[in-house]
């Protein structure tokens, strides 16, 4: 067997599993998509070679530990617009966008690096839903309905860095390791807590997927207006 029609094997091998896990947590993910991931993946690696995007090597253990978990909050995707703020190597915007190609995806991220590969995913993958920005998630002030973190920073911060988001009504989606609570008790007034849950990842560890809302959005947009002067 030829090197290339072993990888497509795989290939194919890894998009099958990947959608049934994403059925499996209440992700709906077409096989086109999961073949589109699964090449994202081939790209990623090859970028990560000479760029350290990130700590996760080889295609399988990207599977569960960044496709799946970026799509473990799916069920909590909403609106018209998601913006995904320090979005890295595009996680978990991209992956998103493949599993909702109905919505608009702002990828935001200020590292030079990192936001020239999203670029050159958005092109190689095709993904006319997706917009690349590069810079900081404070400096955006375009439409949100939904703003999603991985990794970013604590609880107060990404409210902090997406308060002028939230301020229009959009609704902060963060995701954890372990359940913030701690963190979720010293969000800055008007914010609130509008959920926690927890998420079975198949193949790695649980997630949580924490809801931040503000309780009076006029208040919010006095506040950012202040910051952001």
């Not at 496709?67 to 799916?74: E, N």
């Not at 604590?154 to 609704?171: N, W």
Request: with cysteine; aromatic share 4%.
């Amino acid at each position: 067997m030829t090197e290339s029609r072993h990888r497509g094997n795989e290939a194919a091998a890894c998009a099958g599993e990947l959608c049934k896990a994403a059925q499996a947590m209440r992700a709906s993910l077409s096989e086109a998509g999961a073949a589109i991931l699964i090449e994202y993946l081939h790209l990623l690696e090859r970028w990560n070679a000479r760029f350290n995007l990130s700590s996760i090597d080889g295609i399988r253990q990207m599977v569960d530990r960044h496709l799946l978990d970026s799509l473990a909050v799916a069920p909590w995707v909403s609106g018209e617009t998601v913006v995904d703020a320090g979005s890295g190597a595009g996680l978990p915007g991209i992956p998103l966008a493949v599993a909702f190609p109905e919505k608009n995806f702002v990828l935001i991220d200020s590292n030079g690096k990192k936001a020239r590969f999203l670029f050159q995913a958005k092109t190689s993958l095709g993904l006319d839903n997706v917009r690349v920005e590069h810079g900081r998630v404070e400096d955006y002030d375009g439409p949100a309905q939904l703003v999603t973190c991985r990794a970013l920073a604590p609880l107060p911060d990404c409210v902090s860095k997406t308060r002028h988001l939230l301020a229009k009504g959009a609704t902060l989606l963060v995701m954890a390791g372990r359940a913030p609570r701690a963190e979720a008790e010293k969000l800055p007034a008007p914010f609130q807590l509008e959920f926690l849950e927890r998420v079975e990842v198949p193949g790695a560890s649980s997630r949580h997927v924490v809801g931040i809302g503000c309780r009076q959005r006029s208040t919010c947009g006095e506040r950012s207006r202040q910051e952001r002067s």
